[in-house]
């Protein structure tokens, strides 16, 4: 992608080599779990990063969630040595964005609070700016109407954690520019993400959805004493968790169909898995349930901490993914 950062640019961009995609410097709005992740990764790959959250402890929760992940990224191959160095912390708003080639915004999700971020944003930041919020909540075009330039702003949602996870959906709003989402996807791709484009806005986006549809039905299971957390962890991580990672629903139920593909699949045995869709289950999160699912998350996990647990996972999601992308390149 073209670099289409303005002349006056200062001296510090113009000797700064350019990153991904051209872009050199980013600014990432609010500082937790998702924003800690996009910084790491922004920094790894060679971008000027600023912060900004109003939080007095952001400053340390970032530098110690950075540190943290370090690791993840030094095993895909991302350089790590000096990591910080090129990252800023900033608690006012419209200076952080100042000289920002990309704006990835991981606020609040209500729509008066991001509309108010933008606002401020779009009034302060470079024209050459591109504009991403990672809400899953509030769908672009609601955001955009706080602005004067709507076709700016992209939806661009990772999936947790941003830094490892491939997935980042890009969703434009009713007046987003197709250039933004040209942009956005360029980018990401750049940053080694996979960028999906929907075709439309929906509530949740896609892959929160489907997580949504698979967790409710896995609530009312142990709810029902079926099997316990446990149990059914085994049973998805030993079953579709593995199936699905190399091959998604669709594509599964085509191979499932033999030689007459998804078709034969769907005439055959999707009436039958149909007729079973009335009887799942529609558990609530009242009180006794969350007390049992708590009660059996702290006989399953606490013996571990979340960080060794998520470290653990890390690796093994870095693992599935190197051995996904060298079946990937021996395919080609």
């Known amino acids: 992608m073209p670099d289409t950062r303005p002349t006056s640019a200062t001296r510090a961009d113009q000797e700064s080599p350019a990153g991904p995609g051209g872009y050199r410097s980013a600014t990432v709005i609010g500082a937790g779990v998702i924003g ?9 790959h060679g971008l000027r990063v ?18 943290e992940i370090a690791p993840s990224l030094a095993a895909l191959g991302l350089p790590t040595e000096g990591l910080t160095d090129r990252l800023r912390f900033e608690p006012d708003l419209a200076a952080a964005v100042a ?9 609040p999700e209500r729509l008066g609070v991001k509309q108010e971020i933008w ?20 769908p672009a075009t609601a955001i955009a109407e706080a602005l004067e330039q709507p076709g700016r ?34 980018l990401y791709t750049a940053l080694g993400k996979k960028p999906q484009v929907l075709r439309k806005e929906i ?4 892959a929160n959805r489907l997580q949504s549809a698979l967790f409710r039905e896995a609530v009312h299971l142990v709810a ?38 998804l078709p034969h699949f ?11 869709w009335p009887h799942l289950g529609r558990p609530l999160l009242d009180e006794s349930t969350v007390a049992l699912l708590t009660q059996q998350a702290q006989d399953a996990f606490g013996t571990e901490s979340v960080a060794e647990l998520a470290e653990r996972r890390d690796r093994a999601q870095i693992a599935l993914m190197n051995a996904l992308g060298a079946d990937r390149v021996e395919q080609a």
């Open 224 to 261: 029902e004493g079926v099997v316990t957390e446990a149990e059914l962890d085994a049973i998805v991580t030993d079953s579709i968790g593995m199936r699905w990672a190399v091959a998604g629903p669709f594509r599964t139920f085509h191979l499932g169909g033999g030689p007459g593909g």
């Open 119 to 138: 606002r401020t944003v779009e009034q302060a930041a470079p024209a050459h700016a591109l504009f991403a919020t990672s809400t899953s909540g509030v």
């Open 266 to 276: 769907l005439t055959h045995l999707g009436t039958q898995m149909a007729a079973g």
């Open 99 to 107: 000289d920002a080639d990309l704006v990835q915004e991981n606020g």
């Open 203 to 206: 509530p949740g986006f896609v």
């Open 50 to 67: 600023t912060v900004t959250d109003p939080r007095p402890e952001a400053e340390q929760q970032v530098r110690a969630g950075v540190e």
């Open 36 to 44: 800690t992740s996009w910084t790491a990764l922004f920094l790894a």
């Open 153 to 186: 702003l992209v939806v661009g949602h990772p999936f947790n954690p941003p830094h490892l996870v491939p997935l980042v959906e890009v969703v434009p709003g009713e007046r987003t520019a197709p250039e933004t989402v040209e942009r956005a996807c360029a």
